[in-house]
């Protein structure tokens, strides 16, 4: 069965250090991956995604994750993290393909120090 | 453009009573998701709508749940009666379609409290 791991409940770097927040995936063909960010009585708001090709996708607020296959892994990277990155990160498998039906993990909380 | 708007923002009931929440999606958007949120959870997708149709609602516990996507553009989402264990966040979803390059915009979400 398709599923997402996030090994870090919590996590909290000072600002202007980087930053990367892991996840695992699990799922039998080739994964739709999805990085969301969940800031405080907000919505999901989709920071990035990898459907196919390169391996290195760019998103939104200087965010990037990288797809490794071998590795089951898809770690979402900052090299500067701001004050009002604080918030909940959650990585998501696409089951079926697509936006059909996403699998989250449990998010990782992210905060910052001044 | 305005995003997924979602109401009540929040909910306080008591066990046994129903409840009900609304959905009005992006203009345009054929899809509509149901997703519920547990307290240090990731969302779950409870059901998925293609136009008026419920295509993916396995995961939805239709002895209490139910929900109806009527003239396929607004959502409704009832729980009668509700428990103490639904008490969480509940979201709803549009995007044009289900494809790839079809994204998923989420509103801000309902918290349900059942005391």
């Known amino acids: 069965a398709q599923s997402v791991t996030q090994p870090d409940i919590h996590i909290t770097v000072s600002e202007g250090a980087s930053l990367e927040l892991r996840c695992n995936y699990s799922?039998?063909?080739?994964?739709?991956l999805f990085w969301y960010v969940q800031s405080p009585g907000q919505g999901l708001q989709l920071l990035l995604k990898?459907?196919?090709?390169?391996?290195l996708v760019q998103g939104i607020k200087g965010f990037e994750a990288e797809f490794k296959r071998s590795q089951s892994s898809f770690n979402l990277r900052k090299p500067s993290v701001h004050w009002s990155d604080a918030a909940e990160y959650f990585c998501a498998v696409g089951a079926f393909g697509g936006y059909n039906k996403l699998i989250f993990g449990a998010g990782t909380r992210l905060a910052v120090h001044p | 453009e305005a995003g997924v708007v979602q109401s009540p923002r929040y909910k306080i009931i008591e066990k046994k009573q129903p409840v009900a929440f609304w959905c009005n999606p992006i203009s345009g958007h054929n899809t509509l998701y149901w997703y519920l949120q547990n307290l240090g959870q990731g969302p779950e997708l409870l059901i998925r709508y293609e136009n008026e149709e419920a295509v993916d609602d396995s995961q939805l516990p239709k002895d209490r749940f139910s929900a109806e996507r009527l003239k396929g553009v607004d959502s409704t989402l009832k729980i009668q009666p509700a428990e103490l264990g639904d008490s969480a966040v509940y979201l709803c979803?549009?995007?044009?379609?289900?494809?790839?390059?079809?994204?998923?915009?989420f509103g801000q979400g309902t918290r349900l409290t059942v005391v």
């Open positions: 990898y459907f196919s090709g390169d391996t």
């Open positions: 799922y039998g063909a080739t994964p739709y």
């Open positions: 979803a549009s995007s044009r379609g289900t494809g790839a390059q079809d994204e998923a915009f």
